[in-house]
């Protein structure tokens, strides 16, 4: 079975610091990452994908996730935080490609960007 | 072009009654899949839909079920509500070979 972590439940960080937002995953085959955000009493918005390639994935707004395969890991950065980046962030999990499987997300982290 | 939609996009039931959820997906997607995002966790996959078909489910009971018509669009019917039942509930449609779901605002439901 499939499964994500996202150890922590808030980040705080300073607007124009450098932002970390961790993920860990488990799945049998190879992974097909994903991070999505999440503003208040909204849908999910989609960043990022990994799927092969590059370790390190370019998304929308200036977010970008490493993929680490020996440490399990798809950690999201950001070079510089935005007060407008104030959201929950999820990270998702498949076991193939396609969009015709099932995501498993982890329980999300409140990043909180002070002024 | 228009994203994913969903309707209502909130609504109020009572315990026991039945409730349907609707939801068009984005341009060109042929596979819609549903999420229950209860308050404070992350989206749990209750089931996905193509060619009218339901291809994969998660560990949601029979009260769950679905149907996908044939311009894509799909509806998501809940029987016999529990007050465990009031949440978040995300549509997404995604396309064969993309591989990106894409998320629509949701209908949250709150049951009484």
């Known amino acids: 079975a499939q499964s994500v972590a996202q150890p922590e439940d808030q980040v705080n960080v300073a607007e124009g610091n450098p932002l970390t937002v961790k993920c860990t995953y488990s799945v049998s085959g190879n992974p097909y990452l994903f991070w999505y955000v999440q503003y208040p009493n909204r849908g999910l918005q989609f960043l990022l994908k990994?799927?092969?390639?590059?370790?390190l994935v370019k998304g929308s707004y200036g977010f970008e996730a490493e993929f680490n395969k020996s440490q399990t890991s798809f950690h999201l950065k950001k070079p510089s935080a935005l007060v407008s980046d104030s959201a929950l962030y999820f990270c998702a999990v498949r076991d193939m490609p396609t969009g015709r499987r099932a995501l498993t997300f982890g329980s999300g982290t409140r990043l909180q960007v002070q002024p | 072009d228009a994203g994913v939609t969903q309707s209502p996009t909130h609504l109020i039931k009572t315990r026991g009654q039945q409730v349907t959820l609707r939801c068009s997906p984005k341009s060109g997607h042929d596979t819609v899949s549903w999420y229950q995002q209860a308050l404070g966790q992350g989206p749990q996959f209750i089931f996905q839909?193509?060619?009218?078909?339901?291809?994969q489910r998660g560990n949601f009971p029979d009260r769950f079920s679905g149907h996908q018509f044939p311009n894509y669009s799909s509806e998501l019917n809940v029987n016999a509500l529990l007050l465990g039942d009031s949440a978040l509930y995300l549509c997404a449609s995604s396309l064969e070979g993309a591989g990106t779901q894409y998320f629509g605002p949701g209908t949250r439901l709150l049951v009484l």
């Open positions: 839909y193509y060619e009218e078909e339901e291809r």
């Open positions: 990994y799927i092969t390639g590059d370790n």
